[in-house]
């Protein structure tokens, strides 16, 4: 390729509303342009990145006895109301209706139509296993969509749908696809952890993700150095690390805070520490709002909140709504008679003698008592597991790190199977719901946590795996003949050679060649400069930063060098 005739128009400003390295590069580099929040437009070198990640993604599913096929992404939203996730699945599903006024959806994920699929075609024990996967565009109006393609509402991805007889069935699928994702993200060169994930929206009985580690991500994962435990901290069971008891209770107090709302407002006013604050918060459910407890230095997790509160439907309400039902402005609401439903933190239960709003302005009660000043209606572990906490398999103390989660396997069991009725026949002759996992991949989320991890301050650093040129030959002055010459005859030696090569043959100063190599990330550049008259160019390694002089005959040696690194 000829940068002159390529199309990769780059930034020097850093893009004002990219907060994070992946989304900034990406952007300035010429890979992608936003066109909607959360909907990019991919570029020439974009799209060859991101046909090499769907690539490796595709070899690794095949491997695994994969076999590719294409569903729509236009589905009738009489399979969603079959499943029952047509009201599940809430403002992110995308609905549309036809001209006849009938329902339909853009595809967030795939379960329901490819499970019709299977019912309909497949009859007997003896078609079974059966992989089918896909990779295309998914849609979900993600709430925050942000951070360029790490949260999209539209982007590409993998999912493999395992049909099986039976649980053993499944494990082994299951094992297969588990092993594929390792292998798929060492090729991308990403640095991952394994870890154990909530089943979310997708349900089912055993799940795990693929966290690619970076400190822009998104989930926060905890894990135990002692005895190997990880999870998201979503799913993490927590040990209460609670205060311990003992403590004489004091009669209970109303104080002015005024205009103290936030945790580090009334600790400082107080002089109390957060652990002895009790958070309120309000959140509307299926059931109506309810209040949830934890510590004032803890966080509620949601995704338990919403199994204990048995809720399809959870949202955090809104100021209006709280000053409603508690009396308060945010920020000053409390369980002290408080006529909402409680949801309590086991380590809210076991605190003594603490702070919490007063459901009123500018006032909180100190030396609240729970089950003495407030009734102890729920009491469950329903704050985020942090580090510190003790390992809820071996006691040791937690430590807590960043994740960007580009995979997820679930284990479904029968649960599509069963409410779609889709069965087999065993041998036996009897009917039988499947037992079935579904397996995804973010492949264009992939591709920029590969960048988060991979980048300095000069641009990306990409993987040989995955770059979009593995080679850029640079003259330094595309006007002076014989470097012109020189550069032309190694870009076609390289080409020979197999390796996707680009020339910069523009016709720009040395300074922005230079830096746009630097930036767009090819892993080797060729420097064809005053030199070139005595047939010698330099070879760098962007990854290494070293630099080696060599003839021009002794090019492609020095390149397949480094390939692979
Ligand atoms: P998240 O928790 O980040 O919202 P998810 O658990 O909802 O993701 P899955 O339903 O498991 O996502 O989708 C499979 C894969 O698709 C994810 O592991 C992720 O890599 C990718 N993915 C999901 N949502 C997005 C998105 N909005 N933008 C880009 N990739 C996404
Ligand atoms: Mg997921």
């Known amino acids: 390729m000829r940068a002159s005739t390529f199309f990769m128009p780059t930034l020097r400003e850093v893009p004002a509303e990219a907060e994070i390295a992946s989304h900034q590069l990406l952007l300035r580099a010429g ?55 047509w009201h599940v699945y809430g403002p992110e599903l995308i609905r549309l209706k036809d001209r006849h006024g009938r329902d ?45 393609l790490l949260r999209g509402r539209e982007f590409v991805m993998k999912d493999l749908y395992s049909f099986d007889r039976d649980e053993a069935g499944l494990e082994e699928s299951y094992r297969k696809m588990y092993t594929a994702y390792e292998r798929v993200f060492t090729r991308c060169g990403l640095d991952f952890r394994v870890v154990e994930a909530d089943t979310g929206a997708i349900g089912g009985h055993d799940s795990h ?46 104080v002015a805070t005024p205009g103290k709302r936030t945790v580090e407002e009334v600790t400082a006013f107080l002089g109390v520490p957060a652990r002895k604050i009790i958070k309120t918060l309000v959140y509307q459910s299926d059931a109506g709002p309810v209040a949830v407890l934890v510590r004032g230095d803890r966080e509620v997790n949601e995704v338990k909140l919403q199994r204990i509160v048995g809720s399809l439907r959870l949202e955090l309400a ?86 960007i989660e580009v995979g997820q396997l679930f284990k479904l069991g029968d649960k599509y199977s069963r409410v779609m009725e889709a069965t087999f026949l065993d041998e036996n002759g009897r009917e039988r719901y499947y037992i079935m996992g579904c397996y995804g991949i973010g492949i264009s989320r992939t591709m920029a946590a590969v960048v988060e991890q991979h980048h300095d301050a000069e641009g990306i650093i990409w993987p040989w795996s995955l770059a979009p040129f593995k080679v850029v030959v640079l003259p330094v002055n595309s006007r002076d003949e014989v470097q012109a010459a020189l550069a032309e005859k190694i870009y076609r030696m390289l080409v020979t050679a197999g390796y996707d090569t ?35 160019v330099e070879v760098r390694n962007r990854r290494s930063g070293e630099t080696v002089l060599v003839d021009a005959a002794d090019v492609v040696q020095a390149v397949t060098a480094i390939c692979g690194v």
Not at 126 to 142: M, T, W
């Open 502 to 536: 680009i020339l910069d043959d523009r016709q720009e100063r040395p300074g922005v060649k230079f830096k746009d190599a630097d930036l767009v990330g090819y892993p080797v550049r060729i420097t064809v400069g005053q030199k070139a008259a005595a047939g010698q």
């Open 104 to 148: 339909f959806c853009l595809g967030p994920t795939h379960e329901e139509i490819v499970t019709e699929l299977v019912k309909g075609e497949v009859r007997s024990y003896k078609q079974l296993p059966l992989l089918l996967y896909q990779i295309q565009n998914k849609y979900r109006d993600e709430k925050r969509p942000r951070f360029g």
């Open 31 to 85: 890979f992608i342009r936003k066109s909607a929040a959360g909907i990019y437009t991919f570029l020439p070198l974009g799209l060859r990145v991101l046909k090499k990640v769907e690539e490796i993604v595709r070899e690794e599913m095949n491997r695994a006895g994969g076999l590719e096929i294409q569903l729509p992404i236009l589905q009738a939203a009489d399979l969603w109301h079959r499943s029952g996730r």
């Open 318 to 403: 809104d100021g209006p709504t709280v000053e409603k039902l508690t009396g308060a402005p945010v920020g000053f609401a409390g369980p002290v008679g408080l006529n909402l439903p409680l949801v309590v933190d086991r380590e809210v239960a076991g605190l003594a003698n603490a702070v919490a709003g007063a459901n009123a302005a500018d006032a909180h009660y100190v030396n609240v008592n729970p089950g003495r000043d407030f009734t102890l209606d729920t009491v469950a572990d329903v704050r985020l597991a942090a580090a510190g906490d003790p390992c809820i398999r071996c006691g040791e103390p937690l430590s807590a790190t960043r994740g």
């Open 209 to 254: 993700e693929f966290m690619a580690l970076a400190a822009a991500g998104e989930a926060t994962i905890v894990y135990c150095g002692a005895c190997g435990y990880a999870a998201n901290a979503e799913k993490a069971e927590s040990r209460s690390t609670g205060e311990a008891g003992g403590e004489r209770p004091r009669p209970l107090e109303r």
